[in-house]
C-alpha cells in the first residue's frame, strides 16, 4: 500500500471494490486471501481497500485473477 496516513487514504468495502470489477463481494476477499489484493482490517474485522491500488489494478489488469502478481 502507498505510504500514506491512514487518515487520508479513501478505503474501500469489498462490495464495492466488487461493483468495479463486476464481481461478487466473495471473490474480492477471495483476492485478498490469495495476495492478489492488498487489504487491511477494521477493528471489527471488516476488510478495506486502499481506492488508489484498486483503481490502479483495475486499470493495469482488470480481473486481479488474470494477473500475474
Known amino acids: 500500500?502507498?505510504?500514506?496516513?491512514?487518515?487520508d487514504r479513501q478505503l474501500l468495502t469489498p462490495a464495492e471494490v466488487a461493483r468495479l470489477f463486476r464481481v461478487d463481494p466473495k471473490t474480492?476477499?477471495?483476492w485478498a486471501?490469495?495476495?492478489k489484493l492488498?487489504?487491511?482490517?477494521?477493528?471489527?474485522?471488516?476488510r478495506r481497500f486502499?481506492?488508489?491500488e484498486v483503481m490502479q489494478r483495475l486499470a493495469e489488469h482488470g480481473?486481479?485473477?488474470d494477473a500475474d502478481g
Open 50 to 52: 486502499d481506492r488508489d
Open 28 to 30: 474480492v476477499t477471495r
Open 63 to 65: 480481473d486481479p485473477q
Open 1 to 7: 500500500m502507498p505510504d500514506r496516513p491512514a487518515e
Open 38 to 46: 492488498s487489504s487491511i482490517r477494521t477493528l471489527g474485522g471488516h
Open 33 to 35: 486471501q490469495a495476495g
